[in-house]
DNA sequence: GGCAAAGTTGCACGCTCTGCAGTAATCGGT
DNA sequence: ACCGATTACTGCAGAGCGTGCAACTTTGCC
């Protein structure tokens, strides 16, 4: 069990745990928050360290880089697909859960925030955050895989499914955000978005057989 | 039309357009073997440039920074899923046609060459890679999406299916590749490569219904 | 209270990465 | 063949990145 799960649950940890999550957070949100306000490329390092009250030394000891700390603040904003996936009953199709899961997700307060939406297409225009943006849905991948092996009782190191299952999954997500959040801002509608997400796994679970007609 | 596209169809370009391909291919070549040879994180740029006998302020014409070159150089070595399923019949089945293309990427000669695995393994195992090689995948995904679009005739634009369909089909591909390259060195034959992807896109097929046998 | 482990931090320094401007190569028209 | 426009190469300066080292501080455990 990582820290980070130990805190989902409940479980105690100790000060130094606790501090290093809460410094963790504060880079993040410092991170994310000035890169809204300078642009990706533009704000610095220190201004970030700055921010979050501790030294430029400090940050590299969370971060590689300040864009997997921006990536790392902006994923922080909305609601995990895996926490998402793990709260639900493990009786009902497996499609179907990741189904409701990424529903929940989308529906989460990010995601119906008009200004943090915003700030989501604002900083999405820096190509130099995408590569760390994959990076960090990779990490939360992993962490499905994990998840989706539990559930369905398969060793994840033996097995490709937990993999595939993670890696499908999350790919049909971020195609629908990406798309969603590309749109003309008048079709920033949540209803649309979960829409994307219902036709996505429904085209998945159908094994992908059949296209929409064609123009 | 792009550039890449154009040499790929075999028509006619400048002088000029010729050269910035090729030198784009020298550094990127020369950024994966110095980076086999130094390690991805001590090789330096200017290690890279000259190898590539250009200006240091050259490389940074073509790459934003020394991982993207590498990811390029190591995705440069094996066959474009996009390439090999724009080659197949369009009359067949989108998932056939997809499979077909995965099993032409991995029987290709970078899976095949023991030296050229080992270097893929060994560049895999610097974290700061990673990011890059998503980037270029999605990179391809984008490439393999327009395929899509115009093989169902579809446009890409409008439709989410095509963006779908690519990047459930580049995700198979590359947890499998992933989980291949991470294997023991004696598993990392080319027959258990195929048939990961078998395996892969016979799950992708059936809409991800059947999980494994429990353990 | 003390010791070991872990984290913070300053510092020095090699390297990254960019904007600017001068130079060279290429392209297309005449 | 020449010429002008466009594009690419390159050196330079400099801001900022990112790391290893070591001193100091905090935390956890006995």
């Known amino acids: 069990m990582t820290v980070v799960s130990a805190v989902v649950e409940g479980e105690a940890i100790g000060r130094r ?12 949100g410092a991170a994310l928050r000035l ?9 610095t ?11 430029v030394r400090t940050f590299f000891n969370y971060f590689s880089n300040k864009e997997e700390a921006i990536a790392a603040g902006d994923l ?3 609601v995990s697909l895996v926490e998402a996936f793990t709260g639900l009953p493990a009786d009902e199709p497996l499609l179907d859960s990741l189904r409701e899961a990424a529903l929940l997700v989308v529906t989460g307060d990010a995601y119906r ?6 700030e989501m297409r604002a900083i999405r225009r820096a190509p130099a955050l995408l590569p760390h943006l994959l990076a960090a849905y990779a990490e939360q991948e992993r962490a499905l895989s994990a998840a989706v092996a539990s559930r369905t009782g398969t060793d994840a190191e033996k097995e490709l499914f937990p993999d595939l299952v993670a890696a499908t999954a999350m790919a049909g997500l971020r195609v629908v955000v990406q798309r969603w959040l590309a749109a003309p801002a008048d079709e920033l509608d949540g209803t649309r978005l979960a829409e994307l997400v219902e036709a996505t796994f429904a085209q998945l679970a159908e094994g992908l057989a059949t296209p929409p007609p064609r123009r």
């Open 17 to 28: 745990e606790r501090k290093k999550l809460a410094t963790r957070a504060a880079l993040s």
């Open 76 to 78: 922080a904003t909305t």
């Open 35 to 43: 890169s809204v306000e300078h642009g990706v490329d533009r704000v």
């Open 113 to 118: 925030d008009r200004d943090r939406v915003e």
């Open 45 to 55: 390092v220190e201004q970030i360290a700055d921010e979050a009250d501790v030294a």
